[in-house]
């Protein structure tokens, strides 16, 4: 035992990335595996967010949105979420949530597929993204239908009738991933477009739509990006694409919002996917959780959350074969994005006793124990250290407790 504590302690000495850990607020003894539902907070934020309201807000006013370029801020921070995801400059745009981009995304790439009445997602996709495909089916009627496939029936379900393949690449339960460059080439073969949800992508593997000749994809802020509860998401389209109307025709997305003009004529490029006034407060802290990402090299971001993936998996072999966990994700980690599910019949329960053993992690239903795996700032120890109080947990029967059981509102 002794000896295997050594030997990852000499691993997180080892580690080249081991000085982002400091950056960021995380109290003593805290071993937080949500990074893939909130984010932790970078301490450069806290400073950057005192700045942006006491001076930027609080001393220069209106004049801010000039002086502190505050009316750059989607454009800005949208070209460095572009050198995360192999986007160019002009093609990312930060704005709204994610389920909005997905509906304006959507609607962009329907608009370039008229005639087309198919709108194409794999079952069991995270809710929203179907809700908001539902939403704009009803909307637009006519005929415009939603179909929902198993995975495996995905690449027979493109047919010529498809306008838009809506997928996420890493998918938020079991972190399975799709293979975003074949996927968009089969797409592109019978004529459809393609929207990726990179939720769970972004800051997490690496991702290269370019290379792949991706349509349109959208993205979360307060993920892996550690932008900050609610942030505001991302929305990439394509230069080829950027000649779609914008269904939200808002006023930022005119050409010349100032001209105050009766009639809307869309910006040129990427900014026509704005919508209403950027919300500034939300941006910088994003903004500052962005430049902490960017700071780090994604193929050993990758490399490490592999690592530290692989171990987890491990480490739980044991109480899989004692105490009834089985794994929900791919064994296999080039098809695992970044996070690790284990199903357990009292995965509530379960989860709700080790947080009480400061061990953060999130519950799915019906049954699902996320781990999110955070290579900035977790280390090696801290995961043996997580599985060490899960057994803890196990061992004591702490989830057999009533008050572990009442589901709260957010899981
Ligand atoms: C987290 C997540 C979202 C979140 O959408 P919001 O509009 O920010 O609530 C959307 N899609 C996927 C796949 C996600 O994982």
Redesign the pocket.
């Known amino acids: 035992m002794a000896s295997q504590r050594d030997e990852i302690a000499a691993w997180d000495a080892a580690d080249p990335m081991r000085h982002f850990r400091d950056q960021f607020l995380l109290r003593d003894g805290l071993v937080y595996l949500d990074g893939n539902s909130l984010g932790a907070l970078p301490k450069a934020t806290a400073e950057r967010m005192q700045t942006v309201v006491s001076q930027e807000w609080g001393e220069g006013l209106i004049d801010s949105w000039m002086s502190a370029n505050w009316v750059e801020a989607p454009r800005r921070i949208g070209d460095k979420i572009a050198r995360l995801i192999g986007a160019g400059p002009g093609e990312v745009i930060v704005a709204d ?3 909005i981009n997905i509906f304006k995304a959507l609607t962009a790439a329907l608009s370039l597929r008229e005639g087309r009445k198919v709108l194409l997602t794999e079952a069991g996709n ?1 809710p ?2 179907g809700y908001m495909m539902q939403g704009l089916a009803r909307f637009k009627g006519n005929g415009t239908e939603c179909r929902a496939v198993a995975r495996e029936q995905l690449l027979n379900a493109l047919t010529d009738e498809v306008a838009v393949l809506l997928l ?1 690449q890493v998918h ?1 339960k079991t972190a399975r991933m799709h293979d975003l460059a074949q996927l968009t080439r089969r797409a592109h073969e019978v004529g459809a477009l393609v929207v990726w ?1 990179l ?2 992508s972004t800051g997490a593997i690496e991702v290269d739509l370019n290379a792949a000749e991706a349509d349109f994809a959208v993205g ?1 802020g307060y ?1 892996f990006l550690n932008g900050g509860p609610g942030a505001p ?1 991302f929305l990439f389209a394509a230069h080829r694409h950027h000649g779609a109307h914008p269904v939200l025709s808002g006023w930022f997305g005119h050409a010349r919002p100032f001209d105050f003009e009766e009639g809307f004529e869309p910006a040129p490029g990427i900014d026509r996917f704005q919508c209403g006034t950027p919300t500034i407060l939300g941006m910088s802290a994003l903004e500052s959780g962005v430049d902490l990402m960017l700071r780090a090299d994604m193929g050993e971001v990758r490399r490490k959350s592999i690592a530290l993936s692989e171990l987890l998996i491990r480490e739980m072999q044991p109480l899989c074969d004692e105490f009834g966990f089985s794994l929900a994700s791919p064994p296999e980690s080039a098809e695992r994005g970044s996070h690790v599910a284990y199903a357990h019949p009292q995965a509530y329960a379960m989860m709700q006793a080790l947080k009480a053993r400061d061990v953060i992690g999130d519950f799915r239903m019906p049954d699902v124990m996320r781990f999110g795996i955070t290579p900035l700032y977790l280390g090696y120890a801290d995961i043996v250290e997580a599985v060490d109080r899960l057994r803890a947990v196990c061992a004591n029967r702490d989830w057999d407790r009533a008050a572990y059981r009442d589901k709260a509102f957010v899981t």
């Open positions: 949530s994610t389920s995270f929203t993204d996420t938020y949800d939720s769970h979360c993920k998401a």
